[in-house]
């Protein structure tokens, strides 16, 4: 069934801020795929860069230039790698990726010293004047989330994976009958926030096995993309590249 999606989103255009740059998804690749920064698979990572960036554009997420500037430059790397080395050269060429890896390594730095002073700043706020308040207790009872699974906050291409693999595993479609998905954001928005109200938390995994149609999976991650955008919701898990969860604030 082929399914025209046109008005999948109800003329809904979603103008959400990238939060994270091209550096961050680099980043953030490299540690998916367990990468030694100096020693990039250019064409690997070139090619999931790529893909992150198709996902942003079949949501009609607003790409920043500087994502574009980095997959041209990803491109530009890996054409320069392709090309035959100079053999009657007296100086050692720089290899073409080493640009990319200071820059890397720079910016890593600076977020990892970011992050610190972002972690002391909460620890300082979890100093309450009465001694017997129990901070961590509080919060896994409000949240509904076990001593064992505290969570963390995610990155924005924590999400994007976990969309690529709702898609991927997403009903094929193998005939050529067209109808229209009629279903909107704001529907899917309020879905949210029902199924928030009954249940502490919602597994991602599980709210995406739920939705049969690609249409449908795509207008409920732009959902939730605006749901996070207005401070309603956040998403969670407890470790790395494990389940998301989404909880309402």
Do not use: C
């Not at 992050?115 to 949240?143: C, G, M």
Request: no cysteine.
């Amino acid at each position: 069934m082929l399914t025209d999606t046109t008005q999948k989103k109800d003329n809904y255009k979603i103008q959400l801020p990238i939060f994270e740059g091209p550096l961050d998804l680099l980043l953030y690749l490299i540690k998916k795929e367990e990468i030694n920064i100096y020693d990039i698979p250019i064409a690997k990572i070139t090619k999931q860069y790529l893909e992150t960036i198709e996902l942003m554009k079949e949501l009609d997420l607003e790409i920043a230039g500087e994502f574009i500037l980095m997959a041209a430059t990803l491109i530009q790397i890996k054409v320069r790698m392709l090309l035959p080395k100079e053999i009657d050269t007296t100086e050692e060429e720089e290899d073409p990726r080493a640009e990319l890896v200071r820059k890397l390594l720079d910016y890593k730095r600076f977020k990892e010293v970011a992050e610190s002073l972002t972690s002391i700043e909460e620890r300082q706020r979890r100093y309450f004047p009465h001694s017997n308040f129990d901070w961590a207790k509080s919060y896994t009872q409000v949240q509904g989330v076990s001593n064992e699974e505290l969570l963390k906050d995610i990155s924005l291409f924590d999400l994007f994976k976990a969309f690529k693999i709702a898609l991927d595993n997403a009903p094929k479609v193998t005939t050529h009958e067209v109808h229209t998905i009629n279903i909107t954001v704001d529907e899917q928005i309020d879905f949210l926030i029902n199924e928030l109200e009954i249940k502490k938390r919602l597994a991602f995994s599980d709210l995406m096995e739920k939705l049969n149609e690609r249409a449908v999976i795509i207008v409920t991650f732009i959902a939730i993309l605006e749901l996070i955008k207005n401070h309603k919701i956040i998403v969670q898990q407890a470790e790395s590249f494990g389940e998301l969860w989404i909880i309402k604030r």
